[in-house]
């Protein structure tokens, strides 16, 4: 059996996109300046900003970007945010990367593998502060080492941040390609695949799959990747190069509302939940979603902090150290500028 992995954004990909999005490109310019366009009533005055998120429906940590919309926080702080849902890290980079949207809430370790693939975005904030994927199995799947692994299916999502660390956990633990087989999955019916045993193990955030498990009455363990060996970033910002040289007050004052937003998560989950769960129509059960919010807000940097958002190039040498060692990313830009901490809302 062979392994099946979407490669890593190429400059070609990102060209034919451009030319694609030409049209969207011009509008999404013509609309980013502060009070450069009208949008619904009353929020004419208001910065226009969109936003690519990660998934293609709610999970519990877009809590904070629900409670901004309907908390009016995004509005406090003089903006007017629209998301997309595109339904990956990778592809929620390339819609920045296209100048589809201005900003993207997305897995940092795959945008290292798209900025090394020259894609034009820059880190303006680390929001999670340990790496959650790894792989889940149900009880009675042994999945004790590395090894454990081999013969498996994995389910895995092209355009996801795990299809950026699935194949560097592989070969960081020298396990072929002929052991596995990598089934390519939507990033919302890889748990149904594990479910009903199209799949041994999906690839992701571990603790978002155990507390589904849970939810439906089943046992789930996992293992992240992180304890074996792969100490990469997770979830942040990043901005389109254009964007962050043109407006980097408005993306300061949208770190800030999500700041915002993001403590009054921490705060009550359960009350943030009910927003959200009202809001995903049904899609997000209340229960699931503070179970979810147990697993990701220990992993989340505290944003009473002063150095809230910050990052270190450390980090950032260490995730593409291991990446273009292990995970086949190649490319030639700075490990320093691919990311500032000048735009953060700190003092």
């Known amino acids: 059996m062979h392994a099946q992995r979407k490669p890593l954004v190429t400059r070609r990909m990102l060209a034919t996109l451009v030319a694609l999005s030409a049209t969207a490109t011009l509008a999404a310019c013509s609309s980013s300046a502060p009070g450069g366009a009208s949008g619904p009533e009353g929020e004419a005055d208001l910065a226009p900003v969109s936003l690519s998120l990660d998934w293609n429906s709610y999970v519990a940590y877009h809590a904070p970007f629900v409670l901004a919309q309907e908390n009016g926080i995004w509005a406090e702080h003089g903006l007017s945010v629209q998301h997309t849902m595109p339904g990956g890290s990778g592809d929620a980079l390339l819609e920045v990367g296209t100048a589809k949207t201005d900003l993207a809430w997305a897995d940092l370790s795959t945008s290292v593998a798209s900025m090394l693939q020259d894609v034009p975005v820059t880190a303006v904030a680390k929001v999670q502060d340990r790496n959650a994927s790894g792989l889940t199995v149900l009880e009675g799947t042994k999945l004790d080492s590395a090894e454990d692994v081999k013969g498996m299916r994995i389910g895995s999502t092209p355009g996801g941040s795990d299809s950026t660390l699935i ?181």
């Open 167 to 347: 194949g560097a956990f592989l070969r960081a633990n020298n396990i072929s390609e002929n052991d596995v087989q990598i089934v390519s999955l939507p990033a919302n019916g890889k748990f149904a695949a594990l479910m009903t045993g199209e799949v041994d193990a999906i690839s992701g955030q571990v603790y978002y799959y155990i507390s589904n498990a849970a939810g439906q009455g089943a046992t789930a363990e996992g293992m992240s990747y992180s304890d074996l060996g792969l100490d990469v970033l997770d979830h942040g910002f990043v901005a389109g190069n254009d964007f962050l040289e043109r407006e980097p007050e408005t993306i300061t004052s949208f770190l800030a509302a999500y700041r915002e937003a993001l403590a009054l998560t921490i705060a009550d989950p359960a009350a943030a939940c009910a927003v959200l769960s009202g809001k995903s129509e049904g899609a997000l059960l209340q229960a699931d979603c503070e179970a979810q919010l147990d697993g990701w807000l220990p992993l989340v940097g505290d944003p009473s902090e002063p150095g809230w958002g910050e990052s270190t190039e450390a980090e950032w040498a260490s995730t593409v150290a291991i990446l273009t060692e292990f995970g086949g990313a190649d490319g030639e830009r700075e490990t320093a500028t691919m990311f500032t901490n000048e735009v953060l809302p700190n003092d």
